[in-house]
């Protein structure tokens, strides 16, 4: 019993703890024996909530919404969101009944795919990827497919090198923009030629928006699932975490068209949350139908960051940075010049020697998946005061 115990494999195995975790936790215990850090390694929301979402939320809890919800949502934010959806991201969504309510766009992202894939499914993602988007499909017991995104064509999604990782096994194709972590922006046409691939080969498309609103130079954000004949195909997932920096809130959406998996989707939201905390629900609500001048007010200042970190990062002869159209991510590549750290020239290198040497947090780009071998990424979505001095001290470490 024991031994048996001992040898059994179960596919969580296969997932890591978390990269960025390892680095984060680093950081915190620095910070603990005093040492100044800049966060500069994970995408939180410097923001404290919209006004109106926080008088939501209080409103909630003083009116006693702390028990079970529907599983698949309140009603009225089923209702906010669908309107969201049809007027701001031009879904033709049928109704409320295809919206569904998540604990956070993670949570969207794993039931989709416990919804469309199992064992012996391929999944394509972008290479490199947010990390926790092919575990996600490995918890589903599919296999992760990369299609590698070329920074000669700025880390855009092609449409070719996916095409040519379809297999008869092939089942969905993931797509995100704005992207983490390189900050790229998907264009129609690019969203187009990747519906045309799915319908050639009878596959699902899972859109990850979560980074709608954090778009700069007045880019548009276009929604793959607006496109015609999006309809039955596409899965379009959002979050609440980055729009309206209510990260720790856990609240996200998701809709879909076909109605098997809108049923299945629903089976699982059943089995795992039973219905997001329903005062956050509230909250949700308050932010969609509310003002969206803070949003706006917080993509203008990840804008002024961006500009304030790419300044100082291109300054660094051995770094080649990637500057994004959305997201707050800066994707940098690691030169041949480098001198290295301890030994070794990796992305992890380079993130321990900008901890050790500058008290600078970043992700090394090995976590986002092969292509991001040799890459380190800084979020900046700290406070400004952290970017300003994580732009001023990283130069001098070069
Ligand atoms: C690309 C991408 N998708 C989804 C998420 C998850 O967001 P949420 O906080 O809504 O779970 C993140 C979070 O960083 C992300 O980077």
Redesign the pocket.
Known sequence: MTAAKKTHHHLIDAIPLGGIVTVRDRLLEMQAQGKKILRLE??DPSFGIPEHVREALEKALRDGHTHYTAGAGIPQLREAACEKMRQQNKLPVKGPGQVLV????????YVAFRAILGPGDEAIIPDP??T??ADNITLAGAKVVRARLDPERGYLYDAAAIEKVITKRTRLIVL?TP??PTGAVLKRETLGAILQLAHAHDLYVLA?E??EHVIYDDLPHVSIGSLPGAEDRVVS?Y????SFAM?GL???YLTANDDRLIERMTKLLRCTVNGVNSATQHAGVAALKGPADATRKMAAVYRERRDLLFASLEKIKCFKPFKPAG?FYAWVKIGADWQGYQGKRDGWAMTNYLIDKGGVGSAPGDVFGPAGAGHVRFAFSCPTEQIAAAAEILPTLF
């Open positions: 994970s995408g998540t604990s956070g766009a993670m949570h969207g992202l990827t947010w926790e988007t995100n992207h983490n990850d979560a980074y997932i979050s609440m975490s980055k990260s856990r609240l996200g997201a």
